[in-house]
């Protein structure tokens, strides 16, 4: 079946992949296969603007790889590489800072946020973040860019730099990407406040086991006013009630949701439920995930055999630039 188009999308190499990370993307990156042409990117460059300790770089990328694979994504369908593996990126990278105005940059909010997070290391990799991101996206003649709300000025930005390219030089070489607003639940830690996060320490990983994932269910705060077993509670405010949303059945949704109001339901035993839902969600998961991690090598083959296509790719755009900027053959 003819493909609806191109879809780009990267992250940073992490490693381990939690809920949020599931929820917020790997899960849509599968279900994209079906209808667009996917290439999906480990950004290790834009982990550098960020990490000042690289020793765990190569093992988050395989980790994160190996989380990627055994979710679904199909390397014979899909382009899936590691960004610093396609050289043609940062060339782009560097023709498209020649007309982005720093002033636009310096003025991102998310770059503020940077520099109130990192003062001591404002680095020029930092500065040029979107640039960098505007290169990832345009180099594979990206149709459709999937992105949650919070995500969409990135690609509105993007946008304007492609559409400044192309009017400098008076080319068609760059596409300008669409955005298809994905619909992601927003995921809180297990500490109900904060977005699901490893920095945060606040989070279950996909390739937890079952004991590891009952242990941290366990910890989960809950409706913050129900101190007494025998106190009605608000699913509402529930974060155990919002995974239950997307991993329950409606009839146990609806179950708890009409017995923890009137507190016939306890909260241990909601979370058991829990626990044995998302157990039985990614046990196909995590016995796929234990399957290719006894041959390591096969994810770097699949990574290096992602980068081979994703660079012939890149290069026929990069030929259509360099003659548009008339760089010297
Ligand atoms: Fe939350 Fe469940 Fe306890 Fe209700 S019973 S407060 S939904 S954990």
């Not at 020649?98 to 940059?105: Q, Y």
């Amino acid at each position: 079946m003819a493909k609806k188009g191109r879809v780009f999308s990267g992250a940073r190499p992490t490693g381990r992949q939690h809920l949020g990370n599931y929820l917020g993307a790997i899960k849509n990156y599968v279900a994209l296969q079906d209808d667009y042409d996917c290439v999906y990117c480990i950004v290790d460059l834009h982990a550098l603007t960020t990490a000042e300790d690289t020793r765990d770089l190569r093992q988050n990328t395989y980790e994160m790889a190996l989380d990627w694979l055994a979710a679904g994504i199909r390397p014979a369908d899909s382009i899936m590489f590691i960004q610093s593996q396609v050289p043609q990126v940062t060339e782009l990278h560097l023709l498209l800072s020649m007309v982005t105005p720093l002033g636009k940059l310096t003025d991102l909010p998310t770059f503020k946020e940077k520099v109130r997070q990192q003062p001591d290391n404002v680095n020029y990799g930092l500065v040029g973040y979107p640039v960098l991101m505007t290169a990832d996206i345009v180099l594979y003649k990206t149709d459709v860019v999937p992105v949650g709300v919070d995500q969409a000025p990135h690609i509105e930005f993007a946008r304007e730099i492609v559409r400044s390219f192309n009017y400098r030089f008076q080319t068609k070489a760059l596409i300008e990407p669409q955005m298809k607003n994905t619909e992601v639940p927003k995921v809180l830690g297990i500490d109900g406040k904060e977005k699901m996060s490893k920095s945060l320490n606040n989070h279950i990983e996909l390739a937890a086991t079952p004991e590891e994932t009952r242990q941290r269910v366990m910890q989960m705060v809950t409706d913050p006013a129900r101190i007494k077993r025998t106190d009605p509670g608000n699913p509402d405010v529930c974060n155990v009630f919002s995974l239950h949303k997307i991993f329950s059945s409606p009839e146990e949704v609806a179950m708890i949701d009409r017995d923890c109001r009137s507190a016939a339901l306890g909260c241990v035993d909601c979370k058991k439920l829990l626990i044995k839902n998302l157990n039985k969600y990614f046990e196909p998961f995590r016995a796929k995930r234990a399957e290719i991690a006894q041959q390591p090598d096969q994810v770097w083959d699949i990574l290096h055999d992602g980068a081979e296509r994703a660079r012939a790719l890149a290069e026929q755009t990069m030929q259509e630039v360099r003659e548009a900027v008339q760089l010297p053959v």
